[in-house]
């Protein structure tokens, strides 16, 4: 048996490798590395059976698939020792490695604080930390897996690598280091013609290194790849570094001042910790023009300072607050900070871990190391919660602020946040409806149209491809129910795939009992955003889900659910409220006594479908319990 004192340390950036105590264990085959890499990057949530069998076979698994996946599980166990856990968790397995270190997490941690000290101008500190967290890296990710796992892994590991590679060069072009970036940056604009930012470093440090010529090449090269390969013109990023050359003012150029060697003091400046902008969103003018003014009303004094956006998960929340944020920066001049309130798994972010993130984008030092507090205080004995809320009260007064709180799983979370943010204006979203965030304006979203779905959809595949194709595109319209998320998946599949035509996603759509496994693309899974409303239900009201969603997707009164749940209609409705409240339900109207009528969305009935079957059993009402 395996020294229970020598940590475990997993490797998926780069050959999927397992080390006890420094020491290589030795895992055969392809199978084993996918089934260990497919729980690592879970981040702590159950993998599926059915997602373990597409990434171990694809589409056509064998049908020994689930005798196979349990022999892997023990032999990894036997492999890994006590230190591990690898729980069957229906529908599938889990893996408990409390003590062990993931390259993957540690890569993650790191660019989190690199990018908040690039945020802050700390260039010296940014750089380093970006550096090391680049470091992790020791090839091309998940190098020994399954083809199956590295299509449906790998573009978003490579992309949040990229995202790295460019904050470092960022803070090494802001320390002067012009001259010793141009062969890497070259090479790099070799390797990715098509990425606008590092293109638009190279120019810069073409430029700050006497070469305006060479700078102005670069960016006629990019232009043409755009318009011949994507049929765009250059982003705004792209073509302001264009106009600072031509007007040379993209930093200290040939004969100015040279840039300093070291960190010199600077003035502070507005922090701003949004995610980029998804760019124009598809069909929701209205809402985006609504959130604007009501904005301007909140920082004028006019109207209340916390705004809620609701809906179904997959519908486009996020999206819509950072587009609406960045649209907004003029009316904040003090910064935008959005902060996540929920973890990977869904689960909810202690309040006090939120205050002190967002103390620390405000510049506040506290130890990141520090270790939670009993009871949620966030950052050990020294400063419990009532200490954070005080000191982020103090730091956000008579600042013009906002502050994006994202992904809210309960109202008792956003108590002491909202407390810290007093005089603070606050975009808040989440699944259910928050009815303790007292005062809100709520924007609902819906699912999309059909004009406004295909336009998202040809914004991510481009309009040709599929005017070529209508009747098609119709179909694998439909297949995505008017949500966002499942058109962006659909849209990405058909990207990253430019000799597929569109009728064959809509062939491998159309069958009801693949259509989820086929939107779960490159870290987005549509499947896995409803599994987090699912476990924000109670026990009682997941299954009163699954009896319900054979109802399938007619509107339906609450006398008709009482009858299949064999209750009376107060008892279906209080019921059916809950499955609304937690936006896996849908009101749509009301009859001519002024009944509601309830409706499932098309993917959740097809969600519901795949849990395991609710024990036909008494079910006390949400009142009573």
Same mark, same amino acid.
């Given at each position: 048996m395996p020294d229970g004192g020598c940590r475990m340390d997993f490797r998926v950036l780069g050959p999927?490798?397992?080390?006890?105590?420094?020491?290589?264990?030795?895992?055969?085959?392809?199978k084993v590395h996918t089934v260990l890499a497919a729980l690592l990057l879970a981040k702590g949530r159950v993998v599926s059976d059915s997602r373990l069998n597409f990434l171990l076979w694809g589409w056509e698994p064998p049908a020994t698939s689930g005798a196979q996946i349990y022999t892997y599980m023990s032999r990894l166990r036997k492999l890994l020792g006590d230190e591990v856990r690898i729980e069957r968790r229906p529908p599938?397995?889990?893996?408990?490695?409390?003590?062990?270190?993931?390259?993957l997490l540690e890569f993650e941690r790191l660019d989190r604080l690199g990018r908040a000290a690039l945020a802050q101008r700390r260039h010296q500190e940014a750089g380093a930390l970006l550096a090391e967290a680049l470091g992790h890296w020791r090839g091309t990710a998940l190098a020994n897996v399954t083809e199956h796992l590295?299509?449906?892994?790998?573009?978003?590991?490579?992309?949040?690598?990229?995202?790295?590679?460019?904050?470092?060069?960022?803070?090494?072009?802001?320390?002067?280091?012009?001259?010793?970036?141009?062969?890497?940056?070259?090479?790099?604009?070799?390797?990715?013609?098509?990425?606008?930012?590092?293109?638009?470093?190279?120019?810069?440090?073409?430029?700050?290194?006497?070469?305006?010529?060479?700078?102005?090449?670069?960016y006629y090269e990019g232009r043409g790849l755009l318009a011949d390969q994507l049929g765009i013109d250059p982003g705004e990023a792209l073509g302001a570094t264009y106009a600072a050359v031509l007007k040379g003012t993209r930093g200290?150029?040939?004969?100015?001042?040279?840039?300093?060697?070291?960190?010199?003091?600077?003035?502070?400046?507005?922090?701003?910790?949004?995610?980029?902008?998804?760019g124009q969103l598809a069909g929701r003018d209205a809402e985006i023009r609504t959130l604007r003014t009501q904005l301007a009303e909140s920082v004028a004094g006019q109207g209340p300072r916390h705004l809620l956006i609701t809906g179904m998960a997959g519908v486009g929340k996020t999206a819509l607050a950072v587009h609406v944020a960045h649209a907004a920066a003029g009316d904040f001049p003090d910064g935008r900070l959005l902060a996540e309130l929920s973890e990977a798994n869904g689960r909810p972010r202690s309040p006090g871990d939120v205050l002190a993130g967002l103390l620390r984008d405000l510049g506040e030092p506290l130890e990141e190391s520090d270790p939670p507090a009993p009871g949620g205080g966030g950052l050990g004995g020294r400063r419990q919660s009532e200490d954070l809320v005080r000191l982020l009260r103090a730091r956000t007064?008579?600042?013009?602020?906002?502050?994006?709180?994202?992904?809210?799983?309960? /109202?008792?979370? +956003?108590?002491?946040? %909202?407390?810290? @943010?007093?005089?603070?204006?606050?975009?808040?979203?989440? =699944?259910t409806r928050l009815t303790q965030v007292i005062g809100a304006r709520t924007t609902a979203l819906a699912p999309l149209g059909a004009a406004a779905s295909l336009d998202l959809l040809a914004g991510v595949t481009g309009r040709a491809r599929l005017a070529a194709e209508p009747d098609a595109t119709r179909e694998l319209l439909g297949h995505c129910g008017g949500l966002p998320l499942a058109l962006r998946i659909a849209g990405s599949r058909l990207l990253a795939r430019p000799f597929w035509p569109v009728a064959r996603l809509a062939q491998r759509m159309a069958a009801p009992e693949n259509r989820l496994r086929e939107l779960s693309y490159g870290g987005m899974?549509? /499947?896995?955003? +409803?599994?987090?409303? %699912?476990?924000? @239900?109670?026990?009682?009201?997941?299954?009163?889900?699954? =009896?319900?969603?054979?109802?399938?997707?007619?509107?339906?009164?609450?006398?008709?659910?009482?009858?299949?749940l064999g209750m009376t209609e107060a008892t279906a409705e209080q019921w059916l409220e809950q499955l609304v409240d937690g936006a896996l339900l849908d009101l749509c109207g009301v009859d001519l006594m002024g009944r509601p009528f309830y409706r499932f969305h098309e993917l959740v009935v097809l969600f519901a479908a795949d849990l395991p079957a609710a024990p036909r059993t008494g079910t006390r009402s949400p009142a009573a319990r």
């Open positions: 999927v490798e397992a080390h006890r105590g420094g020491l290589h264990i030795p895992l055969s085959g392809s599938g397995y889990l893996l408990h490695a409390p003590d062990s270190a993931v390259d590295a299509d449906a892994e790998l573009p978003q590991l490579e992309e949040a690598r990229m995202h790295t590679l460019e904050n470092r060069i960022e803070a090494d072009l802001a320390l002067g280091r012009h001259e010793q970036l141009t062969a890497e940056l070259t090479g790099l604009v070799a390797q990715h013609p098509l990425r606008e930012k590092l293109r638009a470093q190279l120019m810069t440090a073409l430029y700050r290194s006497g070469r305006q010529s060479d700078a102005l090449q670069s200290p150029g040939p004969g100015g001042d040279t840039p300093p060697a070291r960190e010199e003091p600077a003035d502070p400046v507005a922090p701003s910790t949004l995610p980029p902008s998804a007064a008579g600042r013009q602020l906002l502050v994006v709180l994202d992904g809210a799983a309960e /109202g008792k979370q +956003l108590g002491p946040l %909202l407390a810290g @943010l007093q005089g603070v204006v606050v975009l808040i979203t989440g =699944r899974d549509v /499947g896995a955003a +409803l599994l987090a409303s %699912l476990y924000a @239900l109670p026990s009682p009201a997941r299954a009163v889900l699954v =009896r319900l969603a054979g109802l399938g997707t007619e509107p339906f009164p609450a006398h008709r659910a009482a009858g299949v």
